[in-house]
């Protein structure tokens, strides 16, 4: 009797434990399907093509500084129209400089449900981290609320960006009607980001 006993609980923690492993296999990228938590949108390739001519070449230079591109302006055709810098985005990345920007493809994911930002760093995994100058990108693409990658309904799109000392923080950038509103906040915060919200990698 005790040997029967003992048999059907180590088969009960066996499965428990199978059970356990599944459950935490589900969280990490590439073991279950994305789309638990992020749905997959159309990727965008940014700049669109590839800059062959030695004048678009040039004129990418060989360095990008945040502070010459993020500015609050009035919506001038063809500028980027930005009407709102959110204080920690100005303290921690509008004196900051990059490599200039080379061409890469950068994907979407819709928010299934709504998760904070470390839930989505992890399942983003290392491909989640973007730059400023990616997003600058995709914002010369649509600089007056255009239809594009960038969702212009004001739900938020984020990214994952290292500030001017190296630290990783979400940037939110959202279309408010007079032009793009841009800020910064921990990944470790507690806020929740709301279901249908975009966040993007590479």
Do not use: Y
Not at 52 to 78: C, K, M, W, Y
Not at 91 to 105: D, G, I, P
Request: with cysteine.
């Amino acid at each position: 009797m005790f040997l029967i006993n003992r048999c059907v609980i180590g088969a009960i923690v066996a499965l428990l434990a199978g059970s356990a492993v599944a459950q935490a296999q589900s969280a990490l990228p590439g073991v279950r399907p994305e789309a638990e938590l992020l749905q997959p949108g159309p990727a965008q390739a940014c700049p669109p093509s590839e800059p062959t001519d030695p004048a678009i070449t040039s004129s990418l230079g060989d360095r990008f500084i945040a502070g010459q591109h993020f500015r609050e302006t009035n919506a001038v055709r063809g500028d980027v129209a930005i009407a709102w810098l959110g204080t920690t985005f100005r303290q921690r990345f509008v004196s900051k400089t990059e490599s200039s920007v080379a061409r890469t493809t950068l994907q979407p994911f819709r928010l299934r449900r709504a998760a904070r930002a470390s839930e989505i760093v992890a399942w983003l995994g290392d491909r989640g981290e973007t730059t400023l100058g990616e997003l600058w990108c995709l914002l010369t693409l649509q600089p007056n609320g255009e239809a594009g990658a960038l969702l212009t309904s004001a739900v938020p799109n984020l990214f994952f960006v290292r500030d001017r000392d190296g630290r990783l923080w979400t940037v939110d950038v959202l279309w408010g009607g007079p032009g793009w509103e841009i800020g910064a906040s921990a990944i470790d915060g507690d806020r929740p980001w709301d279901a249908g919200a975009q966040a993007f990698s590479r």
